[in-house]
Structure formats: structure tokens, C-alpha cells
């Protein structure tokens, strides 16, 4: 009978033994496991945001695209017109741009605008400002918060910041270097108006082609005292 409970006893601690071993390498099993998913959940959340990056982000200059670009204004829109606040565009147009790509090849005209995107970067830092590639050669910035004056101060930086490139321009630009065309316009929103943030974008737009038209390499503000409905329905032409 001894040898039965002698027999019992040493199987029960092999079984014990046994179970412990199994439940540590479980253990090591499940650390490894857990390992892999959070290596996982993080290359799974870097992936999501390079894909949210890259559908905000304009590829060649690095700036904000034209997608972001109305989703942002119409957020900052809203804000400033439920807190009567200002809110501001600069836009700008590359002098004779199509001029110096015929003349010094895409690559260099790809260059020339990433050189102004990088200018551009720095001139809007606060959290409601935007700086945006627009179209083609054409920049966008966003100033929230900021009125006519103010936004005519960041448009002559811009301006003189294209400028201070010294990117050599087209033979047949009107000048040496390259510059551009630079227009603001600028509101504060009104629950009783029927202006929109569009509107905004079109006197911008439509100013700058002013500028562009009167020589280029200049400021000139948007008339922006009342919707200008006679200006053109599409916003990239």
C-alpha cells in the first residue's frame, strides 16, 4: 500500500511539475504573442497615418494640398463668424511660370516651386494658419484671426520672400528674378451675410490675377465690401 501512495505522490508532483512547465511556457507563448500585436497595432497605426498624410500633403512641395485647403478654411470660416473674428487669404501666382518651364524644363520648374513651398513654409506658424499649394503655380496661405493689416504685412513678406530667392527668371520676364503676383482678401464673418468662404477664394483669386495682369511683383487687396458675384464660378482654372 505504501508503494501505491509512494507511486501516487511522485506522479502527482511529475504532474505538477508538469502543469508549471506548461503554464510557463503559455506564458512565454503569450508575452511573444502580445509582442507581435502591439509591433502589429503600431505598424498598422504608422500606415494610417503616412495614408492621412498623404491625402493632406501635396507631394512635390510638401505643403498642405488643395484638398486640405477648403476643408481648412471652411473650419476656420465657421469659427471666426460664430466669434466675429477675422479671417484672411494670401494668394500668389508665379510670374510667367509657364515661361521659365518652357525654358528651363519641368524639373526646374519642379525645383522653383519647391524652393517658394519651402519659403512659404515658415511665414504662417500659428495653429489657424494654413499654407497650401493651391494649383499648379499658385499658393494659398490661411491667416485666422487676422485682419486686412495684418495680412497685407505677411503678404509683402511673401512677396519679398519669392523674390529673395534670386531664382533666375525667363528671358522673357519682366524682370531678372523670379517674383509673383500676391493678393489678400479679408473679412469678419457675418451670421447675417450671405458671403461665404468661397467668396472669399474668388476675390482673392481674382485679385491676384489683377496683380498679375498690372505687371506682377506686387500686393494688391480684394475688394471684399460686398459679394462679388460677378467673378468666375470656378475656383481653378
Known sequence: ???????????????????????????????????????????????????????TEDGLTALANHEQFPEFIEREWRRARRDELSVSLVFLDIDHFRSYNRQFGRRAGDECLRQIGRALDGLAGRAGDLVARYHRDEFALVLSSTDEAGAMRVAEKVRHSVEALEIPAASDASGPLVTASVAVASTVPNRQSAWEELDLIKAARHAMREARAEGGNRVRRAATDHAPTNLPVSLVD
Open 1 to 55: 500500500m505504501s508503494n501505491i501512495y509512494l507511486f501516487l505522490g511522485v506522479s502527482l508532483i511529475a504532474a505538477c511539475g508538469w502543469l508549471g512547465w506548461q503554464m510557463r511556457r503559455l506564458q512565454v507563448q503569450l508575452r511573444e504573442v502580445g509582442g507581435h500585436l502591439e509591433l502589429r497595432t503600431t505598424e498598422l497605426e504608422f500606415a494610417r497615418l503616412q495614408l492621412q498624410r498623404l491625402s
